[in-house]
């Protein structure tokens, strides 16, 4: 099978914020470089996890050497991707103007935290700036308590995926245009896809959106709130009583499997969940619902969680941890997961490519770390 | 030199989505310049309409919602009824006359419905179709019906939110489904890319599942290799110290991070403590994380009596990572992302003026923009099945008589 990007040459010269771009381009076929600083670590998960599939060059863009490298590779790729924060040296090395006239169809895709311009462009910000600047902070965590993020970096995906489809924008108007152009990406701006319809309650009716902590608010007139999260035998499980046609059936489904396992009922046994209508609830009749139904969740594992759901046909899904989603079966059948030589001669299981293509997972090419072997210029 | 030339002028989309997985791959081409048509039915119009508010004054209706209008703008909509044997036919008809098929029904529906993509490709052999939904299309688990806000739970994200000893905390939203609509985008315009050099089609099968795995592919890779399970750590991060979220006046909140020695001194001078920086308690990383709570204090006092924005100015004028915790509103009067015009009023026929987002990156030959308002529902039927797909007159008063646009 011909891969879709097949040709395409790709040179990543980013930092982590732009990590994932190249990953997934080199998941959908392109040859991705890798280009890293002589003294770059390279060993550490998140650069192994998302420079898996590129071929890895150093070079000292700093150095003659290297810069002479630098134009030799702009002269014969098709999309450059750096993060070149504005103000920095690196922002002159990967000054579009210069490199389009080596090569006028390549493609410039910068990765900064908020932009080439304007008035924040050479602010600094980790991901935990940039999920503040997005918005996403302000939704994470418990009510009136510590805004969050994500433990593990999200605002770099978000701003890596985005840049991805920048690139095959960019790449889609070359063949009308036959030229190449400079694509501008903001890591704030691509968080607050993550929010999802949050600012149209601002826009349309002056509501702002808060952290919700482990709990759903705002479903009942009474002011009810239901429980998300509910502890379980070896985790958490989310599980929650929804109203209309989908509530209904994994709410007779839950009942059902109480049922079975012998779970005293209390108030859930008298409900006619054809006409349960969660927005009416008082905190009261939610408290004495949700006692019965935590005393049951808790007694499960999240693996049985899970497979009792799917088999009744239920929403909800328990809490996973990444050693959990590692043994999912799902993802196993699917043949997500895929083995590549780590150092010392062993083998490490990297995610496979993000889709599927015409049946097929299209396979990573090469390790983490591959060197490139030869080019043609 | 391209001024007025659309990155994706000319290429033609349709989708039988709904909500967001599906809608927001088409969004995104709609934006820089795609023409795409998004399918409803009247009787079964798309949930994101009726179920989820914000409405136009606070009243529900089926072309108030603000939820729908949001990830659906710059598009066509046209009804169609799948129930209805002439209304499959002018899928079909819509189908063949496209370049890019999207659809985010359960797995099966849409073969069953015979619009799958054998179906589709044999009168349009290089049709691209974008099939996406919460495990993918096969699998033990495949027909799993499910909500994005609870797929993130799967995913690992919700797990690594809150603090070590607490509970998971919610993310906002279906966040997952935004990560596979986004990497679906550029799927299919990898599949364009194949197409426009081999004339070959394609059958893009995305698990939302999996790609917002790869949005935790390091500390996978790290449970995989040396068997450590990643946790929720608050706002702690192993690199830097400090880094974390600080109250400021009324009830604002400051992000700061301090990634090396340097930085550390900055933020001490920046903040009235220069003693600090000199503390051989808190001279490199790992001390300053041992001794967090001395740091702590020392941010916290100086935070907390000062407006955030203004904080967030001073420290980045010192040379120190440092912002303002948004709040969603704040998202709109933000100096930066007016300065990138993200937000983009335009008038709806029932809401009125709405901020519509665009996307995240433009291009500097060929940029985007927000053509138009989310559509009323069947806005474009004539348009469409008499312009795009060519019906006479006659033709498609008969289909609607038929009811296939019911």
Not at chain 1, 142 to 159: D, F, I, K, M, N
Request: with cysteine; glycine share 12%.
């Amino acid at each position: 099978m011909e891969p879709l990007l097949q040709g395409c040459a790709v040179l990543d010269c980013t930092g982590r914020l732009g990590w994932l771009a190249g990953r997934l381009l080199a998941d959908l076929g392109a040859d991705v470089t890798k280009l890293e600083a002589p003294d770059a670590d390279t060993l550490s998960s998140d650069w192994r996890a998302l420079n898996v599939n590129k071929r890895l060059v150093h070079a000292d863009l700093y150095a003659p050497a290297g810069r002479g490298l630098l134009h030799d590779f702009a002269a014969s790729t098709d999309i450059l991707i750096a993060t070149p924060q504005p103000g920095t040296l690196e922002a002159g090395l990967f000054d579009y103007t210069r490199l389009a006239a080596i090569n006028p169809r390549l493609i410039e895709v910068a990765i900064t935290p908020f932009g080439l311009a304007g008035p924040k462009a050479a602010w600094l910000a980790s991901d935990l700036e940039i999920m503040a600047a997005g918005g996403a902070m302000s939704l994470a965590g418990e009510p009136g308590g510590v805004p969050l993020r994500v433990s593990a970096p999200q605002s770099y995906a978000w701003a890596g995926s985005q840049a991805a489809v920048g690139a095959l924008t960019a790449l889609a108007a070359r063949w009308t245009t036959g030229r190449g152009q400079l694509v501008d990406v903001s890591a704030q701006a691509a968080v607050i896809i993550a929010l999802a319809h949050a600012p149209t309650f601002v826009d349309m009716l002056g509501v702002i959106p808060t952290r919700a902590g482990a709990f759903m608010t705002g479903r009942s007139v009474a002011g009810a709130k239901y429980r998300v999260f509910w502890p379980c035998r070896d985790g958490f499980i989310n599980f929650i009583l929804y109203g209309g046609a989908a509530g209904r059936r994994t709410n007779e489904q839950l009942v059902a499997w109480m049922r079975e396992a012998g779970i005293e009922l209390g108030p859930l046994g008298g409900i006619d969940w054809a006409r349960f209508d969660p927005t009416r609830a008082s905190q009261a009749e939610v408290d004495a619902m949700e006692i019965p139904i935590g005393r049951f969740l808790g007694s499960l594992t999240k693996r049985q969680f899970l497979e009792g759901a799917h088999r009744r046909e239920m929403l909800g899904y328990p809490v996973s941890n990444t050693a959990d989603i590692a043994t999912d079966p799902q993802l196993e059948s699917r043949g997500f997961w895929q083995d590549l030589p780590a150092p010392g001669g062993s083998s490490e299981r990297h995610c496979g490519a993000f889709v599927m293509v015409d049946g097929v997972r299209p396979p990573l090419k090469s390790a983490p770390g591959d060197a490139l072997q030869e080019r043609n210029p | 030199m391209s001024a007025g030339i659309q990155a994706l002028g000319g290429l033609k989309v349709v989708e039988f989505g709904s909500y967001a997985a599906g809608p927001h791959v088409g969004k995104m081409l709609a934006n820089f310049g795609a023409t795409v048509v998004h399918v409803e039915s009247l009787s079964r119009p798309d949930g994101f309409r009726m179920q989820y508010p914000p409405y136009k004054d606070g009243k529900p209706g089926v072309n108030a919602g603000g939820c729908f209008t949001y990830f659906n703008d710059s598009k066509y909509d046209v009804t169609i009824d799948l129930k209805n044997a002439e209304g499959i036919r002018l899928a079909k008809q819509l189908a063949d006359w496209s370049d890019i098929v999207i659809e985010n029904m359960r797995p099966g529906v849409i073969d069953r419905l015979g619009l799958g993509y054998e179906a589709l490709r044999a009168s349009n052999p290089g049709v691209i179709m974008l099939s996406t939904c919460n495990m993918g299309q096969t699998g033990p688990r495949a027909d799993t019906p499910g909500f994005g806000s609870q797929l993130s739970a799967l995913a690992g994200m919700c797990g690594l939110t809150g603090t070590k000893d607490g509970p998971p905390m919610l993310l906002y939203g279906p966040y997952i489904d935004f990560i596979a609509s986004t990497l679906g985008a550029a799927a299919v315009l990898a599949a364009l890319e194949r197409r426009r050099r081999s004339g070959k089609g394609a059958y893009l099968d995305v698990s939302q599942y999996e790609c917002g795995l790869l949005f935790l592919a390091g500390p996978l890779l790290e449970y995989h290799t040396a068997g450590k399970i990643a946790e929720r750590a608050e706002n702690d991060d192993s690199g830097a110290a400090p880094h974390g979220a600080y109250t400021c006046k009324g009830d604002g909140w400051i992000a700061l991070s301090c990634w090396s020695d340097g930085e550390f001194i900055r933020l001490c001078d920046a903040i009235g403590r220069p003693e600090l920086a000199q503390d051989p308690r808190l001279a490199t990383l790992a001390a300053r994380k041992s001794c967090c709570s001395l740091v702590h204090e020392a941010v916290s006092g100086w935070a907390r009596p000062r407006e955030a924005q203004a904080a967030a100015q001073l420290l980045q004028s010192a040379g120190v990572h440092a912002h303002a915790v948004s709040t969603v509103a704040e998202l709109f009067t933000d100096s930066q992302l007016v300065s990138r015009r993200l937000w983009r009023r335009r008038r709806h026929p029932v809401i009125g003026d709405q901020a519509y987002c665009f996307p995240a990156f433009d291009l500097s030959e060929t940029p985007g923009d927000i053509t138009a308002s989310g559509p009323v529902l069947g806005a474009d039927n004539e348009r469409v099945y008499k312009d795009f797909l060519g019906l006479t007159d006659e033709q498609f008063d008969a289909l609607r008589a038929a009811g296939a646009m019911d």
